[in-house]
């Protein structure tokens, strides 16, 4: 799965041609251990029609403070290179699917 970083957010999730979901995670955090399984069968099944990453809030802290990241699993969602929609806490996949639908409506 793909690492978003400070240094290649920009070309990956805001010059991204398709839609993008972005896991703000640590491996610390329970919750986020809790929904990767999700996300990893998620980027599996929406290949090439969803950009589907994970940024690790403690090596990347720019991305984090710009989007007010303050509790983790944070799942952002994007599309033509802005912020659409947000789930902070564990969820559920058919609540991700469900944003992603949203999303993509938009």
Not at 4 to 22: G, K, Q
Not at 27 to 47: A, F, H, Q, T
Not at 57 to 73: A, C, L, Q, Y
Request: charged share 25%.
């Amino acid at each position: 799965m793909l690492a978003i970083n400070d240094s290649n957010f920009e070309e990956m999730v805001i010059n991204s041609r398709i839609p993008v979901l972005l896991d703000f995670w640590a491996p610390w955090c329970g919750p986020c251990r809790m929904i990767s399984p999700i996300v990893e069968e998620l980027s599996k099944e929406y290949e090439g029609k969803w950009l589907i990453a994970k940024c690790n809030v403690d090596e990347s802290t720019d991305i984090p403070m710009k989007f007010g990241i303050r509790n983790i699993p944070t799942l952002l969602f994007f599309k033509d290179g802005a912020m659409k929609e947000k789930l902070v806490g564990s969820t559920t996949k058919a609540a991700i699917v469900a944003k992603m639908a949203d999303v993509e409506s938009k």
